[in-house]
């Protein structure tokens, strides 16, 4: 179980809220019960023409100077595809075609002291262009990696090892 980032109850404010299964916070003063579930995102594979993988460098925690694939969280009232092309035109100022569901993994998110669980759905599509100029300042930089000679003790997140993992023993 994951620690319980809630001290007070966000409905009766009474320091009695605590977690009775994995996710769910229940306040033992009013009832009120908290569904802390796993917050949805979404992540690019991608080969550019030459059949390398795109991987970004981050610029900020978690994960600040690691690589990561390009990607981020869906918010309200956007779907998984949305999300992919909003945060891909966002990180990358270029557009999609050709996507297509891959696979999803589990994993965690370090944010301001609270762990989050997250589920990420990966995507694999083809980018208008490789040739990348205007990048978010969320990203240090772009780079492109043959799939077996991926640095995957630079990588961010472990979900993201285990895929490409997954990705070159295929
Ligand atoms: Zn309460």
Redesign the pocket.
Known sequence: MHSNPFTF?P??S?E??SEVSEGKLL?S??E?ILYFNPSPCIALVTFSPEDKLLLTRRAKNPGQGKLGLPGGFCEHNETFEQTLKREVREELSVSLSDIHYLTSKFDTYEYKGITYSTLCVIFTAKLATYELDSISDELDDILYYNLRDVPLEELAFASQIELIKELQNK
């Open positions: 109850c409905h009766c009474g009695t809220i306040c003063q009013c009120f």
